[in-house]
């Protein structure tokens, strides 16, 4: 107990209890494709631990207690219609049954009874029919070969190293359980800016490695992605342009692709960030984005693969005295006027918000504009502004909120979650993509509690609907089984307020940005305000906010109505994005009745009481804690708390020597 | 004439001249010290390259026009007391004599020769009688063992590349004729912050590479010291301490300083900056820095070695909040103290402000303060805080004005030109030293009109009462020979007046930083404002600077009388330093007559047209330049066009938004 937080077993896929079983687990497995091998390596892995003795058959010989196989297999007439991914758990004449379409259905549903296992339900009482929302389930790794994490808080890359592959097979089948056993089905392994070595995975000298990574990863339901570098035909290719509408450029893509799918059978297809933050594009040749995913697309096509485009394209260059210019009106701008134009395999990938993973944006209004055009959402994992996984970050109440939010896109009740699922747009939502915030350190993600966000994210990308707080109860019932139920829920109410406590100690009421420039974390009010970035608060001694209104950028009207009108009325739009859509006075008073000077106020020092709360409660726990976790949390604590102390001081401060107007209540603001 | 900007010659030692000689050079070089062994190669590769032919011997034959030796090798009866250094040139029947009491006399007194020589004046008509104001003219390299230097703005180091020597002889040669012709005579190789490679520089793997240097800077009249770690005895020595009251620390030092002189019979000694910004130092063993100083000292005294101890001693961890500290009173309050506790071979070296050499400071009240401890004043050549040879920066004005202000420390007339030479304290101050601002670039200086400030550098501190102008007219035209004299002209105006439009564009009224953390270029209102550096402006919607008066830090109280009144009242304190001094509503009138924020205004547009009209000043001789240098500058100024504009907008707007003043002048400020 003791290594509990440095042991890579310290996440949900523990194979400690709570409760420990008498059972004998029988299993038959019935059936001989590949990812019949994976389950019976989960099962002697995972599930035989908690049973008192386990044996696995490859035929139901009338004693196993439980029977995995396909409707084909079993010789079961199929009834649920749950597709390629789906499954059904259920008990029959005293046995548990386990049966999909596919073997990928049987995978995961021998993780949803692996996890019935973990949770002590009894054998006959497990029971489920389940099928994913999304049939993009996706992951992206920003990783460069060199071995470093663009935007990683969790140590080294799994992949890479020393600008080769650390090819670590036990580490490489941990890490795609722990991806598959929450439905992720998909995965990029470098970053979207890839850089020189990086173009050159696509070629001979890697490609081998990338085959026996997707390889490795197919065994467990996953495909594999990489990231391109779009201006490949010239930085690897030895052509003099990478216009796709050429004819070199575009055979130059076919042969790329066809050798590639000559080592990788499964290959899944290519992430592309073109013309985003210097990297290259379509626009280096006065081409469209259609244009450049097409030709991409095309080449992918025969194969079934896919091309994700990314529609972060905005202008980083912008002039801080510009005021005309509004970044948060680019995706829409860039990518709307072309809905209909791309190919069936271009898959766009939209960020949820206009700008970029704040701790608070509107939704980005592209969702619901796109009605001919396959997208997914893209959100992330990793905590590049929401505290770098030093900060507790719980992510899920965020995710649930933008997958909620009602476009109007075909009228009301047109919610993210029904677009990207493509169930209210017949089909061209694609589902959910990621930045993941996993890397080499022993427990996957620096801070053991922000493995509950790959956790949630697995969860609502699989199933956007389900309970919040089921799923936080159920990461904190399967990774720490070895604590006490009030430990738990100690630590899954901290988890469940930890956004909303983030966002009142760091940049108020949506107007976002205010960190420090360059890596992210801590506060720096005006860090990016004479930025070229096109961040700003644009504050000054009467008050502050972005008008994003019809007489401002008009950002409001990229969204459907009555949704830019809510939030172009100063009394509908809501408190939490005041800011991102207005400039008000300091003395504006909000629906909440307070003032917005009032309200920074009182949200920084209440942040940071909050925090003292997660420690005073963290506290109260010491003697029912494991050292290790014990030390490895409140490490982090204290890392939040000065963190937090130094956001409440710095936007205080700021905000009282900009608007001179003192807080009624009379804490110590630094003059 | 094409290259003439990269290229090694395109300094003050180049070999053209505006008026070509028709005599020959018959020089007599009487003496064999080695000194004489340079002094005949200088007139190899330079003087020679000036008359129709050039003839050397080593005794007067009676022919020779001009003669060169000390008063005992010519045979004379020595009159003028010049000490080591000084030498005089006259003329004596037909002949010019140049003669010393020693050799390095000789050498400075062949420069002098030199430089009429390039300069045109008839052989004849040379005469001087010279001696340095200071003993030590120093220059203090910050250059890494892995080739960097730290703010660096010329290239690469000129030792070090990939963690070994560059060895380059050549290259060394002309740096060192470089020096020594500007009269410094001593300098460190490497950064004060020394790390773990240039820890080992005092080792035996390093020491003879160090001592091929120091022959090499030695037959220049250079003396080479080392940077040393406080902490070797620990990091190299395998001590368990470093404290400087333990035998054993003391010893290993003894050692060390006794193999060192064993191998390099001239060294100087150490420079160190101990207990400054994460620098190890006594302070950890509850030690003084006269405890520090004194036992490095006792070791090198044997051998007539000098230490150098930094007085750059502060908080560098300060909190913001903390309004009580102030960095200006650190090394004062850290020094003043201990007057008179320092053996007499330790030199303590006080930067010439109490911050950190910022466009506009106070001078130190430290220099005045120390009546028997030795010391020398420390400039930094190289323009980290005033443009890092992208923007024109002419420094030695603002050195004048340090030089000549009158500290009163000895009553009235107590200059610190007076102090640090030694003439007013009895020989306590030794002279001074600077950051140096050269590298591998082939101008030496990155920017071709840097090279005015280390020449510049070189002529205050031979002679702090030398004329400004004669200093900069001197150095275009020893640099330009080739230019038309009106653009060499427009040369020496633009640098002459380039400090104070440097200042009216960055940040107002001696206030200081304002400029982007960590590289220090550019400008940033509030980047060093919530850091822990302790350079705050505390501006906010009334007004802003700095309370350093009694009724606030007290700084002035540390200046003598009346120098501390002065700049405690209002009335009397100078404009150009008044927000160093107090803290002032936005609306108080300077003793120019404008508001603090109309000055504010006035000065930032002002500064942008001044650097227009270094524009046009040079657009208007473009057909009088070689190419080469046209482009070189022009690229340069435009940079500085960039940077000015940048700093005037950023810097407006922020005091527009904090004051909601307008412009008096309606002109654009954005909002």
């Not at 899954?492 to 949506?510: D, K, R």
């Amino acid at each position: 107990m003791e290594t509990v937080t440095t042991d890579r077993e310290a996440c949900w896929l523990t194979t400690e209890s709570s409760k420990p079983r008498t059972e004998k687990l029988l299993l038959s497995l019935v059936g001989d494709a590949p990812m019949f091998a994976t389950i019976r390596r989960l099962c002697q892995n995972h599930a035989a631990k908690f049973f008192v003795e386990t044996a696995i058959t490859d035929r139901d010989t009338g004693k196993s207690n439980v029977i995995i196989g396909t409707w084909t297999s079993l010789g079961k007439e199929s009834t649920p219609n749950l597709g390629s991914e789906g499954y059904t758990i259920f008990s029959e004449e005293g046995r548990l049954w386990i049966v999909a379409e596919e073997e990928r259905g049987l995978l995961y549903g021998f993780y949803h009874f692996l996890k019935e296992i973990q949770l002590g339900t009894p054998l006959l009482e497990i029971s489920a029919q389940e099928k994913p929302a999304n049939v993009f389930r996706m992951i992206n790794h920003w990783d460069n070969m060199d071995g470093s994490v663009e935007r990683g808080y969790a140590g080294r890359s799994l992949f890479f190293e020393g600008g080769s592959f650390t090819k670590d097979e036990d580490c490489m089948r941990s890490y795609a359980e722990l991806l598959s056993s929450v439905g992720i089905n998909a995965l990029t392994i470098n970053n979207v800016n890839v850089h020189e070595q990086e173009s050159a995975l696509i070629t001979n000298r890697w490609l081998p490695e990338v085959a026996w990574l997707a390889k490795l990863f197919q065994e467990y339901g996953l495909t594999l992605f990489l990231s391109i570098n779009y201006a490949s035909p010239i930085t690897i290719g030895g052509l003099d342009t990478a216009d796709p509408l050429e004819t070199s450029v575009a055979d130059w893509w076919e042969r790329q692709v066809e050798r590639i799918y000559g080592s990788i059978p499964s290959f899944g297809g290519f992430v592309v960030k073109a013309d985003s933050e210097h990297r290259p594009g379509p626009f280096s040749y006065g081409r469209t984005h259609a244009d450049g995913a097409n030709m991409l697309a095309k080449a992918l096509k025969p194969y079934g693969g896919h091309l994700f485009w990314r529609c972060f394209v905005y202008d980083c260059l912008q002039d801080w005295r510009d005021r005309s210019t509004d970044r948060a009106r680019a995706a829409y701008d860039h990518f709307a006027p072309l809905d209909g134009a791309f190919a069936d395999n271009v898959i766009l990938q939209i960020k949820s918000g206009p700008m970029d993973f704040q701790v608070r944006e509107a939704v980005s209004p592209l969702i619901g504009a796109l009605k001919q055009t396959k997208h997914v959402i893209e959100l992330q994992i990793t905590q590049e502004y929401t505290g770098q996984q030093i900060d507790v970050c719980y992510l899920p109440p965020q995710w649930k909120e933008i997958l909620d939010f009602d476009t109007h896109a075909n009228g009301k009740d047109t919610t993210v979650a029904d677009l990207v699922s493509g169930r209210a747009n017949g089909g061209f939502g694609q589902g959910m993509t990621a930045v993941v915030n996993t890397g080499r350190d022993e427990n996957w993600t620096g801070h053991s509690f922000a493995q509950a966000n790959l956790y949630g994210y697995g969860q609502l990308a699989w199933n956007p609907k389900r309970c919040l707080h089921a799923i936080a109860e159920e990461w904190a019932d399967r990774t720490y089984p070895y604590l006490p139920k009030n430990v738990r829920k100690t630590i899954v109410s901290i988890q469940e307020c930890s956004w909303i406590v983030y966002e009142s100690y760091t940049s108020p009421l949506g107007i976002g940005w205010m960190v420090n420039p360059g890596h992210h974390y801590g506060p720096n009010v005006n860090g990016y305000e004479f930025s070229p970035w096109g961040t700003y608060h644009f504050s000054d001694r009467n008050g502050l906010g972005v008008d994003r209104t019809r007489k401002g950028s008009n950002y409001v009207s990229q969204y459907a109505e009555p949704v830019g009108s809510r939030y172009e009325n100063l009394q509908t739009c809501p408190d939490e994005l005041l800011l991102f859509f207005h400039h008000v006075p300091y003395t504006h008073v909000l629906t909440s009745g307070k003032t917005v000077i009032q309200h920074i106020y009182d949200s920084h020092f209440d942040g940071v009481e909050q925090v003292k709360a997660f420690i005073a409660a963290w506290e109260s726990h010491k003697q029912e804690l494991p050292e290790a976790l014990y030390q490895h949390v409140r490490v982090k604590f204290d890392a939040q708390l000065a963190n937090a102390v130094e956001w409440r001081d710095q936007v205080n401060t700021y905000y009282y020597r900009m608007s001179g107007i003192e807080d009624k209540h009379g804490r110590t603001i630094y003059r």
